[in-house]
């Protein structure tokens, strides 16, 4: 942090508020050898750590980018979605006999941030229990026999960083 102005308790200063995420003024609440620790917000009349003021500008415009990309992540996701093949006999039986020795609780819940292999059994929300048929070589997707048929799903996607 800083060094800030020596201040005393009780004096007004502009800070950010944790709580109300803005702005505005606050009495300071703790010193420490010159620097403000706490102050007590005047609008919200919490005690929070001292945070200089922020650009609010530079915020939105921040929060702006963020959904931006958020929103052309999804986009693209949307584009990546392939629908299941017809349900044949054949599939059905793989997969009930695949299945039959497996109980959901051993299966491993899909996220499309981790990674799986072939030969593992995964647990999707919408689909049930599948198996992992085939994965691409670059692990960004794999093929996963469900009940319905193949489905192909994401997998090793990395996380959005705040």
């Known amino acids: 942090m800083p060094p800030q102005k020596t201040a005393a308790l009780g004096d007004i200063v502009e800070v950010y508020c944790t709580r109300c995420r803005l702005n505005l003024d606050a009495n300071v609440a703790a010193v420490l050898n010159g620097d403000i620790l706490k102050v007590h917000c005047r609008t919200c009349g919490n005690f929070v750590p001292f945070k200089p003021p922020v650009d609010m500008q530079k915020k939105k415009d921040d929060a702006l980018k963020k959904l931006l990309a958020l929103q052309e992540k999804k986009r693209k996701g949307a584009a990546k979605v392939v629908t299941a093949q017809p349900d044949t006999p054949v599939a059905r039986n793989r997969w009930a006999d695949l299945t039959e020795a497996i109980d959901s609780r051993s299966a491993r819940p899909y996220d499309r941030h981790r990674s799986f292999k072939v030969g593992?059994?995964?647990?999707?929300?919408?689909?049930?229990?599948?198996?992992?048929?085939?994965?691409?070589?670059?692990?960004?997707?794999?093929?996963?026999?469900?009940?319905?048929?193949?489905?192909?799903?994401?997998?090793?996607?990395?996380?959005?960083?705040?």
């Not at 996963?144 to 960083?161: A, I, M, S, W, Y």
């Open 120 to 162: 593992d059994f995964v647990l999707h929300k919408g689909k049930g229990i599948g198996y992992v048929e085939s994965c691409d070589p670059g692990g960004g997707t794999m093929v996963v026999l469900f009940k319905d048929g193949l489905e192909q799903l994401t997998q090793n996607e990395p996380r959005q960083e705040d």
